[in-house]
């Protein structure tokens, strides 16, 4: 299996930026498609980002899309979440998630992830 541990989550104003990361265990970090998923209090679960094994055809969601950037080194075992313009309501706790499916049209689904991080915790303040 593989192990995630990300970070630099923090205290942020309305407007700055922040980048998150995710550090994975072992050797195989290219054969996971990774995603990053967001939870605020009370909300559910939802996806924020998602990129492919090579680092292509990243998809994000509507809410953050053209503030966001997925990217990924695999020399690294490494996925990063680039976070600009933020808003308030992009405060939440952040996690990384792995999964090795080949079914595509399910990256954008939780259940799909058998692996997750403990979650780093995004504060914008306004």
């Known amino acids: 299996q593989v192990q995630l541990v990300e970070s630099g989550g923090g205290l942020v104003q309305a407007g700055g930026s922040l980048r998150l990361s995710c550090a994975a265990s072992?050797?195989?970090?290219?054969?996971?498609?990774m995603a990053w998923f967001r939870q605020a209090p009370g909300k559910a679960r939802e996806v924020v980002a998602t990129?492919?094994?090579?680092?292509?055809?990243?998809y994000y969601a509507d809410s953050v899309k053209g503030r966001f950037t997925i990217f990924r080194d695999n020399a690294k075992n490494t996925v990063y979440l680039q976070m600009n313009s933020l808003k308030p309501e992009d405060t939440a706790v952040y996690a990384c998630?792995?999964?090795?499916?080949?079914?595509?049209?399910?990256?954008?689904?939780?259940?799909?992830?058998?692996?997750w991080g403990q979650g780093t915790q995004v504060t914008v303040s306004s």
């Open positions: 072992g050797r195989t970090f290219s054969s996971y498609v």
């Open positions: 990129i492919s094994r090579t680092g292509g055809s990243p």
């Open positions: 998630a792995a999964t090795q499916s080949s079914f595509s049209s399910t990256y954008t689904d939780t259940r799909t992830y058998k692996y």
